[in-house]
């Protein structure tokens, strides 16, 4: 028996979305890495991926490849988060590459790799403006220079991060300049320099349009496996599927109450004035899942005309006033996610998970 809360998780959806951006990135000569961080490293999440043809696995956080990899998933994995100083060794025990744009971090990769007897492969990072990591493009030279002779690392390619912290697109210009900067690199450099890591599920459209520069070979892509959504305006994706992932939780309790509440009202348990409108006597469900679970901006009630009124840590309160059909202490209720709901509904212990389809 599941319990509830629970998250059902339909694998065949996550294998057909991986394959239509494989196919689709193929047609252009670019390689898909599927990106597992929203879902923990979920091992059954990333073998639907596999399955469904992407080259490796990446995920921001060591903890997630080391449960993929003792979950007996044999591929490449990629770090994606620059890595920690002080975690150097188990970068190197667990991820076979990671992004980088430190020396000091690349030299302690590098004695680590000297210790247990390997080659670490790196993509060195570079900032097209989005302005979350990596080098400033005119940094790029002096800095492949200086990181050139580091025993036990070697540098494969460049990347670059659009549309995560300023959203900035992804577009021919910026997309040639990761081009060129590459091609300079690779003159004269010992390192291989074969891996162009353009973009992530925000550089569909420009594959789509035909317009990504020849030169860029890698994408990683997360969203647009797991949600079938490119990321610039969240539009759902042709041939791929929104629903892979649904959120289900249990009323447990129904009551009718005036929707305003009685008293003197200060703070609520967050340290918010909540604000109420007085729309009479209301049938409300509260429901066995909160805010530690879920962020319930990010989520849609699957039922007409329920509505969201709000959530503490552990209740979530919805009108269903207006239901089409009359519910009850044992119902359960289903939700869609966006990106930011099914990331904190992926993290929470309280949220089981329901694989679909396996
Ligand atoms: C999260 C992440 C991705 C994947 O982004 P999506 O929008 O989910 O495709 C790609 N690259 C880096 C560096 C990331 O942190």
């Not at 991986?18 to 599927?34: E, K, P, W, Y």
């Amino acid at each position: 028996m599941i319990h509830t809360p629970y998250i059902s998780i339909d694998l065949a959806k996550i294998e057909h979305n991986a394959h239509a951006i494989v196919v689709l990135c193929a047609q252009q000569g670019v390689d898909v890495t599927g990106v597992t961080k929203v879902t923990c490293g979920n091992p059954q999440v990333a073998k639907a991926m596999l399955r469904g043809g992407v080259v490796s696995l990446a995920d921001s956080r060591l903890e997630n490849i080391r449960r993929m990899r003792q979950a007996g998933i044999a591929t490449d994995y990629l770090l994606l988060r620059e890595p920690a100083l002080s975690r150097a060794d188990e970068v190197v025990a667990y991820a076979d590459a990671s992004v980088n744009s430190e020396l000091l971090t690349l030299q302690a990769l590098s004695a680590a790799a000297r210790r247990q007897g390997k080659i670490h492969r790196v993509i060195i990072m570079v900032d097209l403006g989005d302005l979350r990591e990596g080098l400033w493009p005119d940094e790029v030279p002096a800095f492949l220079s200086a990181a050139a002779n580091l025993e036990g690392i070697q540098i494969t390619g460049l990347g670059s991060n659009l549309s995560c912290f300023a959203g900035v697109v992804p577009d021919i210009h910026n997309m040639q300049q990761l081009v060129a900067l590459t091609r300079q690199a690779r003159l004269g450099s010992q390192h291989p320099l074969r891996i162009v890591s353009g973009i992530n599920s925000s550089g569909l459209p420009l594959i789509a349009s035909n317009q990504l520069p020849e030169g860029i070979n890698h994408a990683r892509i997360g969203e647009a496996i797991l949600l079938g959504r490119e990321t610039i305006q969240r539009h759902p994706w042709p041939g791929t599927y929104q629903d892979a992932f649904t959120l289900h939780a249990e009323i447990v309790e129904v009551k009718e109450k005036p929707s305003l509440p009685r008293g003197d009202c200060a703070q609520d348990a967050f340290g918010h004035y909540p604000v109420f409108e007085d729309l009479g006597i209301r049938k409300r469900a509260l429901l066995n899942l909160g805010r530690e679970d879920v962020d319930i901006e990010g989520m849609t009630p699957m039922l007409e005309n329920v509505k969201i009124i709000g959530a503490s840590s552990g209740y979530l309160l919805v009108d269903v006033t207006e239901a089409q059909q009359p519910l009850q202490v044992g119902d359960i209720l289903s939700f869609s996610l966006n990106y930011a709901a099914l990331l904190a509904a992926m993290t929470s212990e309280y949220v089981y998970k329901l694989p679909l389809n396996t």
